[in-house]
């Protein structure tokens, strides 16, 4: 997406472009909006999975709403459950579920008993859904972070980070700790230009405060020149998670 962001800023080299859109991880708010402000475009974004080989949640052009992926894709069905398969309201933070006509299964895999149940899909994402029928995307289950009893959703905090104008890329992820159980940790790839320091971490923590709830801001933050991620790109946060783990042995 870097590179595509430094397209936007040579304007002439997308001018033939009418379209654009973004699969993998669910794009960053803070991101789409840079993106739409240097190209004029609307990021269609979207949500899918291998097991069930197509894109299930989509939205383009008029119908995307700010925050969401969008809405059901014709053919699907999907919902927002507790843990115990039972629906839960609009604007509660759940486990998503699909039905669709197009899936597999895993056989002789333990895999099988987590990601079908009732008939049900559940490819192990937290989102939850409005009045309207858009999804908000909040993490992969296993990226929630648990502290001090409150839910707090790694790609939220990073959402909001990346909006500070010294921060290139950044990953968050619940590490260890004694008196909350997790505190939110994240870690910070600077712009050129840009120098670690005790104020600056200081600076991002009160940026954060001041765009999402205050209790979800990140108690610890660490510069690194890099982030893992995949070969598509994908941010691998249970790499940071595992690098904390050991740490502590």
Avoid at 178 to 192: H, S
Avoid at 199 to 222: C, D, G, M, N
């Amino acid at each position: 997406m870097a590179l595509l962001l430094q397209a936007g800023r040579r304007r002439k080299s997308i001018a033939t472009l009418a379209k654009s859109v973004s699969a993998g991880e669910a794009l960053p708010d803070a991101t789409r909006q840079l993106w739409k402000s240097m190209t004029g475009l609307e990021m269609i974004d979207g949500i899918g999975g291998t097991e069930v080989m197509h894109i299930y949640i989509s939205a383009a052009g008029a119908d995307v709403r700010r925050g969401s992926i969008g809405k059901v894709v014709p053919g699907f069905d999907a919902t927002i459950v507790d843990d115990a398969m039972r629906s839960l309201p609009h604007g509660e933070v759940g486990r998503l579920a699909l039905k669709g006509p197009t899936g597999c299964r895993y056989l002789a895999d333990a895999r099988q008993r987590d990601y079908v149940r009732d008939g049900w899909n559940l490819p192990g994402d937290a989102f939850h859904r409005d009045a309207d029928g858009y999804f908000y995307y909040h993490a992969r289950t296993d990226d929630m972070i648990v502290s001090a009893g409150y839910n707090i959703a790694g790609p939220e905090v990073e959402s909001a980070l990346l909006a500070h104008d010294a921060v290139a890329e950044c990953g968050v992820v619940g590490v260890p700790d004694e008196e909350r159980g997790q505190v939110v940790k994240a870690f910070v790839v600077l712009k050129p230009g840009q120098a670690p320091s005790h104020a600056l971490v200081v600076e991002l923590q009160t940026f954060v405060k001041a765009s999402v709830a205050p209790y979800k801001y990140p108690r610890q933050i660490e510069f690194v020149d890099a982030l893992p991620r995949t070969e598509t790109g994908k941010l691998q946060r249970f790499r940071l998670r595992r690098r904390e783990e050991a740490a502590l042995k």
